[in-house]
């Protein structure tokens, strides 16, 4: 098991809400990036923080946004949700802005409803 | 066209069969090329990467990248049934955040 850890497991959410996912990174990294991944699906680039910033950000609409806090602990925020942002939400952590040595969390299941 | 492909599967093998899992990818930025092994209703867990070309062992993996071809590989000899898993492939190019993945690949090992 790594030392990423995310919180809630499960969420259920009706259309329209807005949701917040956690993501207690790996002690030592500062580095945290979000992906989602759809059933069948491999995860897709959400973004990444690195020292409190965002410095990278995949093919997503405004309305996901992000935080990264000085512990380097991490939140995503998804507004306005939609049925397709029913997923996998996995968070990822790693020594360094260069995430070649990524370690995942066990995700978060969403589902809208 | 995805800038990674990867075949869905399934692929069923008897156990202590070698596996062979691939990719082929469109981007020739890509430079930093990983594989991730991911257990039902659990996050993807880092197995290898490979910088650029070449091969790299570790145990019973072996990583294979071919950047003329833009092609790689993933083989698991003496396949055990706790192999059973979806692998992942992963790559981006040496300035980017971002990862790109593959589809995945469902392996089934029979005992």
């Known amino acids: 098991e790594t030392g990423v850890t995310q919180s809630p497991t499960h969420l259920i959410k009706t259309r329209g809400q807005q949701v917040t996912l956690r993501c207690s990174s790996q002690?030592?990294?500062?580095?945290v990036s979000w992906y989602q991944q759809a059933l069948g699906q491999g995860p897709q680039f959400i973004f990444q923080?690195?020292?409190?910033?965002?410095?990278g950000r995949g093919n997503f609409p405004p309305r996901f946004s992000g935080l990264q806090f000085p512990n380097y602990s991490s939140e995503l925020n998804v507004n306005a949700l939609e049925l397709d942002d029913s997923a996998l939400y996995l968070c990822?952590?790693?020594?360094?802005?260069?995430?070649?040595?990524?370690?995942f969390g066990q995700g978060t299941r969403l589902t809208v409803v | 066209q995805k800038e990674v492909e990867q075949d869905p599967g399934p692929l069923s093998v008897p156990e202590g069969a070698i596996v062979s899992l691939n990719c082929t990818y469109s981007?020739?930025?890509?430079?930093?090329f990983m594989w991730y092994r991911q257990y039902s209703r659990k996050g993807p867990e880092l197995l290898m990467y490979?910088?650029?070309?070449g091969n790299k062992e570790d145990g019973r993996f072996t990583a294979q990248v071919d950047k003329s071809s833009k092609y790689i590989s993933l083989f698991i000899r003496d396949s055990q049934p706790s192999d059973s898993a979806t692998y992942l492939c992963?790559?981006?190019?040496?300035?980017?955040?971002?990862?790109?993945f593959g589809a995945g690949t469902r392996l089934f090992v029979k005992a």
């Open positions: 490979t910088y650029s070309s």
């Open positions: 923080y690195y020292r409190e910033e965002e410095n």
């Open positions: 981007n020739s930025a890509f430079q930093y």
């Open positions: 992963a790559m981006r190019d040496t300035g980017g955040f971002k990862t790109i």
């Open positions: 002690s030592g990294h500062n580095t």
């Open positions: 990822a952590s790693s020594p360094f802005q260069m995430n070649t040595e990524a370690f």
